[in-house]
T-cell receptor, first 116, second 114 residues
Framework: DTGVSQDPRHKITKRGQNVTFRCDPISEHNRLYWYRQTLGQGPEFLTY????????KSRLLSDRFSAERPKGSFSTLEIQRTEQGDSAMYLC??????????????FGPGTRLTVL | AQSVSQHNHHVILSEAASLELGCNYSYGGTVNLFWYVQYPGQHLQLLLK??????LVKGIKGFEAEFIKSKFSFNLRKPSVQWSDTAEYFCAVILSGGSYIPTFGRGTSLIVHP
């Protein structure tokens, strides 16, 4: 168990460009979450997957954002036509839901996005 | 919608001082409660959690938290802090029986002077 990994760790892009981030969860975990964290704030939920199904999306997730988890393992988060307001730390977390209320989420190191 | 309030945004202590960080939530139903910690340059990690049973929960590194249902609170405590406790601390709440999506507070930055 190597924990949750995210790639890249840092991304600098120009406004209007598309970016894609990858998250590799802990291998046996069936849930995968994406969060956004800005300076001085806690993580804000964006979306989550249970296996390959995307079950919920926050209203924070505009049409420019899309996430996939095609085989129920790794996930990608794409932001199209980036805006300066998209600059943030994007966090991924995974957990194992086994039918009870014992969800503990394990977080990755995050991808820090800077939009110039 | 549920919300989580962490009243202390910045706390500065000397080593060996006692710590209490406040956390209040707005939802009146059954909740699961968490404290996460983020050390400088590291990712968020779980400090402790409450699901049911004894409202006094003990976590790693000497931390504990007490769930007081009547006050909608889940305050984090440590009797004697160390320099290595310097970190950002986040309280989070999950509604029991929901979709297990946590709501986080905005965090408390703790600096411990040696």
């Amino acid at each position: 168990d190597t924990g949750v990994s995210q790639d890249p760790r840092h991304k600098i892009t120009k406004r209007g460009q598309n970016v894609t981030f990858r998250c590799d969860p802990i291998s046996e975990h069936n849930r995968l979450y994406w969060y956004r964290q800005t300076l001085g704030q806690g993580p804000e939920f964006l979306t989550y997957f249970q296996n390959e199904a995307q079950l919920e999306k926050s209203r924070l997730l505009s049409d420019r954002f899309s996430a996939e988890r095609p085989k129920g393992s790794f996930s990608t988060l794409e932001i199209q036509r980036t805006e300066q307001g998209d600059s943030a730390m994007y966090l991924c977390a995974s957990s194992l839901i086994a039918g009870g209320p014992t969800d503990t989420q394990y977080f990755g190191p995050g991808t820090r996005l800077t939009v110039l | 919608a549920q919300s989580v309030s962490q009243h202390n945004h910045h706390v500065i202590l000397s080593e060996a001082a006692s710590l209490e960080l406040g956390c209040n939530y707005s939802y009146g139903g059954t909740v699961n409660l968490f404290w996460y910690v983020q050390y400088p340059g590291q990712h968020l990690q779980l400090l402790l959690k409450y699901f049911s049973g004894d409202p006094l929960v003990k976590g790693i590194k000497g931390f504990e938290a007490e769930f007081i249902k009547s006050k909608f609170s889940f305050n984090l405590r440590k009797p004697s802090v160390q320099w290595s406790d310097t970190a950002e601390y986040f309280c989070a709440v999950i509604l029991s029986g929901g979709s297990y999506i946590p709501t986080f507070g905005r965090g408390t930055s703790l600096i411990v002077h040696p």
